[in-house]
């Protein structure tokens, strides 16, 4: 069955943000597609509600129809479970731990500029989304010394992998994925050669997991607002993990990601805590309700999700989709034209 959406729109924290409900009434899903990609273009956000969700065969639908060029998560932080039909779920991190605002995979060479959020089951609205205008965020961000040293600096990454054919004898507990997953290498040479056409600084251990570190701009240009945004994932800081067993009995560098700045100079408590306040301060909370859609441009937005509790007979179900990507631009020299009035 197909269906239709009636339109209206809501203010939440002064924030316009296009909502679309769906009615039992026969449509093609084309149509909500396009109001959709119309919203994303206007306002970088768009949400549907009472969408059919017995699973996500509606919702990949609307996937294919919104989105033009489907990625997976080659390079990413977490492994994903497969829900069927190129949805996957959304991280691996335990409900009690706060997953902080980002752009998605925004600690990579590429990104998508596109993703969605499917809810099939979250009882009482539990673990909401947060998402934030990022335009906003990086007015903020530039007028604090933090958000001035990473625009001169850069942002570098550190991130540990386990080796996936050690994994029997007990692999490092510093690792969330093998490199093999996350890269799609089969071997140790193909590792190596990888590493050094990306030109990475990599290291192996006896067991050989692996280290690898680079550097990316912090800030990314988005050509359509003519803006350079803060592009750093704070989330991949080391302290992410202070409230997660077992890696938050290690050093930040040897937690599964860590970044500093791109002079190698760590963050200090301060300075993650600027980065904390100001996302938090421009965060508008979704709530997931069964049928709910939440889709966003992922320069424009960050998005995050604070703890929650649990309920083990009732868990929190919601699939996510990523597509059109977007190789890194960085920062640009921005143009502003002007109007002279005689």
């Known amino acids: ?92 991190e335990p409900p009690d731990v706060d997953v902080p605002a980002h752009n998605e995979m925004s600690y990579w060479h590429r990104y998508p500029e596109i993703i969605m959020f499917g809810c099939k089951q979250c009882p009482d609205g539990k673990g909401p989304t947060v998402i934030a205008n990022n335009l906003d965020i990086t007015k903020d961000i530039l007028s604090t010394s933090v958000g001035r040293k990473f625009k001169e600096q850069g942002v570098k990454f550190i991130r540990n992998f386990y080796n996936e054919d050690s994994k029997q004898h007990g692999h490092s507990e510093t690792c969330l994925r093998s490199w093999q997953q996350a890269f799609g290498c089969s071997n140790k040479s193909a590792m190596i050669k990888l590493c050094e056409k990306e030109n990475w600084g990599y290291s192996f251990t006896e067991k050989d997991d692996i280290t690898i570190s680079y550097k990316l701009p912090a800030f990314e240009f988005d050509p359509a607002l003519n803006e350079n945004l803060f592009f750093v994932p704070i989330g991949c800081h080391g302290y992410a993990f202070d409230h997660w067993a077992p890696y938050n009995s290690l050093e930040n560098h040897r937690r599964p990601y860590h970044l500093t700045y791109g002079d190698g100079s760590e963050l200090s408590t301060d300075d993650i805590n600027t980065i904390e306040q100001i996302n938090d301060a421009h965060g508008i909370p979704i709530f997931w ?39 890194r631009y960085g920062q640009r020299e921005i143009t502003k034209l002007f109007s002279s009035v005689y």
């Open 1 to 92: 069955m197909q269906y239709i959406e009636q339109n209206h729109e809501t203010i939440i924290k002064s924030e316009s943000l296009r909502q679309h409900v769906v009615t039992n009434q026969p449509l093609m899903i084309s149509n909500l597609s396009r109001k959709i990609t119309g919203d994303l273009i206007s306002h970088g956000v768009s949400i549907v509600h009472s969408f059919p969700m017995n699973d996500f065969t509606k919702f990949n639908e609307l996937a294919q129809s919104v989105i033009t060029y489907p990625m997976n998560y080659k390079g990413g932080t977490n492994s994903r479970e497969d829900l069927g039909g190129g949805t996957l779920s959304v991280g691996t």
């Open 289 to 327: 309700e069964n049928g709910k859609i939440l889709i966003v441009d992922n320069r424009r937005y960050t998005h995050a999700r604070p703890p929650y509790k649990a309920d083990p007979m009732k868990p929190r179900e919601i699939g996510v989709r990523i597509g059109n990507p977007i190789e």
